[in-house]
């Protein structure tokens, strides 16, 4: 087998597939020879995303409107995938949102239920619906966070729903292994894009330039991720390269929870 091979035959579907990680992540998928789904919140950005994956074959990647927090959509999406590609290999839950940052005694109740509605409730409707479809051998991986292993002043309800999804990643793993189907979680440390700059920018009180500065002096690696660098550890869980990880919680923070 070679590297161009990884993901021939497999179909994956994405959720926050029109964002910067989620697009990441299709179009490495698509280049190790993976059909995708994209599933977002808007048409316009979906229409624009898929049409930047690349694919050799355009019938190789399909869109559709999904908000991950609404059960009928989330299952709308499943059927849909599976009707349009014939099968279901890998689900990437990926959507997420960051709230704002304020300490726990002040943090806004309707603004910690959004941010648990859209990153642990989104993630386990996909859970939910996917592993139901999803063929013996196949792959959920979840998107956490470093907050998702340690935690900053100021972040309760991300922090929250991100460790929230290492609960929903061990409990599921050992649900579907008589399958064969692994189930993982993934812990980006800050990533090159707007949804990091604008926490960072937030947190810190300072240029976006400066606020960048200030989170990589926290960082062993001293830098930024870039999303093809955490696209890159999504491909190798949707592929078969190493089965026997399942319930793993994968830091790809160069060093910061360490
Ligand atoms: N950027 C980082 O540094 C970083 C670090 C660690 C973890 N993460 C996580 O990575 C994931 C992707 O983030 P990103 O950096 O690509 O940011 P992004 O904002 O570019 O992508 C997130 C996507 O999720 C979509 N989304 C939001 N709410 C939704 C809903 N209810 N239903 C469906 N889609 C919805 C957004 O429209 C957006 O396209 C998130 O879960 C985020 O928490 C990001």
């Known amino acids: 087998m070679t590297m161009a091979e990884r993901l021939t035959g497999k179909v994956a579907l994405i959720s926050g597939g029109a964002g910067s990680i989620g697009l990441a992540s299709a179009r490495a998928m698509v280049a190790e020879g993976a059909r995708v789904m994209l599933l977002d919140l808007d048409a316009g950005a979906l229409e624009r995303a898929a049409a930047t994956v690349g694919a ?24 849909a995938t599976v009707e349009r590609f014939g099968r279901l290999d890998v689900a990437f839950a990926n959507a997420g949102i960051a709230g704002v940052i304020a300490p726990v005694v002040e943090y806004p ?17 996909i859970a939910k619906h996917a592993l139901a479809a999803i063929a013996p051998g196949g792959s959920l991986i979840v998107t956490s966070s470093t907050v998702g292993l340690t935690s900053e002043a100021g972040i309760a309800a991300y922090a929250t729903s991100k460790h929230a999804l290492v609960g929903l990643i061990r409990t599921a793993a050992k649900e579907v292994a008589d399958r064969g189907i692994r189930v ?3 812990h980006p440390g800050p990533v090159d894009n707007e949804f990091q700059h604008a926490i960072e920018v937030e947190a810190v009180g300072a240029s976006p330039e400066e606020s960048a500065r200030a ?24 592929s078969d390269e190493c089965p026997f990880i399942t319930g793993a919680t994968l830091a790809a923070d160069g060093g910061l929870s360490i």
Do not use: W, Y
């Not at 074959?57 to 999406?77: N, R």
């Not at 109740?109 to 409707?125: K, S």
């Not at 002096?217 to 491909?235: D, F, N, Y």
């Open 56 to 79: 050799p074959d355009p019938d190789a990647v399909a869109h559709q409107v999904c908000d991950v927090t609404d059960e009928e959509q989330v299952a709308s999406a499943v059927r």
């Open 109 to 125: 109740l309707d603004v910690f239920e959004r941010v648990m509605a859209v990153n642990v409730t989104g993630a386990f409707l």
């Open 184 to 186: 993982n979680s993934i």
């Open 215 to 238: 989170f990589e002096s926290k960082i062993p690696l001293a830098r930024h991720a870039a999303p093809e660098e955490i696209a890159a550890l999504v491909v190798f869980l949707a």
